[in-house]
C-alpha cells in the first residue's frame, strides 16, 4: 500500500466543482490507498474555505 500526500491544491479541486482540477481530482480520489495530509493543511483548507459557501464542507465526513 502506498501512501499518497494530499495538499490543500487537492482538496480544494475535490471541494470546488468549478475548479479547473475537479474532475481530475474526483477520479483521483477512487485510486487512493492511503492519503497522508498535515494540520497545517487542514488550516490552510479551512482558511481557503472560510468566506465561501462551501464552508460547512470543512465538517465534512472527508475529514
Known amino acids: ?3 499518497v500526500f494530499a495538499d490543500t491544491f487537492y482538496f480544494l479541486a475535490l471541494l470546488n466543482k ?3 482540477a475537479h ?3 474526483v477520479k483521483y480520489v477512487d485510486t487512493i ?3 497522508v495530509t498535515t494540520e497545517w493543511v ?3 483548507l479551512a482558511d481557503g474555505l472560510a468566506s465561501s459557501r462551501q464552508r460547512h464542507m470543512f ?3 472527508l475529514f
Do not use: Y
Open 18 to 20: 468549478h475548479d479547473d
Open 33 to 35: 490507498d492511503q492519503m
Open 59 to 61: 465538517n465534512s465526513p
Open 23 to 25: 474532475d481530475q481530482a
Open 1 to 3: 500500500m502506498t501512501a
Open 42 to 44: 487542514l488550516t490552510e
